[in-house]
């Protein structure tokens, strides 16, 4: 897979983006927070189908370019990426 830049990747790493978004939503519905469930009976989370499909792709390693014509990857980036660790549910 070739993507034009490491955006959603670092959107992806701790601290990123959807990193953040999601971990307010896990927070919101923890039962700390949301003992008896309304936020979490009333949370619905719309996701792009893409996004999934790329990141699923992204996990068996993927190159950077900015270039369809260009090199498989710019100077400096690695041709792989390590999957993402996927965080236990807190709770």
């Known amino acids: 897979m070739r993507l034009v830049d490491?955006?959603?990747?670092?959107?992806?790493a701790n601290g990123g983006r959807l990193d953040t978004l999601l971990s307010a939503a896990e927070l919101a519905t923890s039962r700390d927070v949301d003992p008896e469930g309304a936020v979490?009976?009333?949370l619905c989370l719309a996701v792009d189908p893409d996004l999934l499909v790329t990141v699923n792709a992204m996990t068996a390693g993927y190159v950077v370019s900015d270039s369809p014509d260009?090199?498989?990857?710019?100077?400096g980036t690695p041709p792989t990426r390590e999957p993402a660790k996927r965080r236990p549910p807190s709770g």
């Open 70 to 75: 260009g090199p498989g990857q710019l100077p």
């Open 6 to 12: 490491d955006d959603l990747a670092n959107s992806l």
């Open 40 to 42: 979490t009976r009333a």
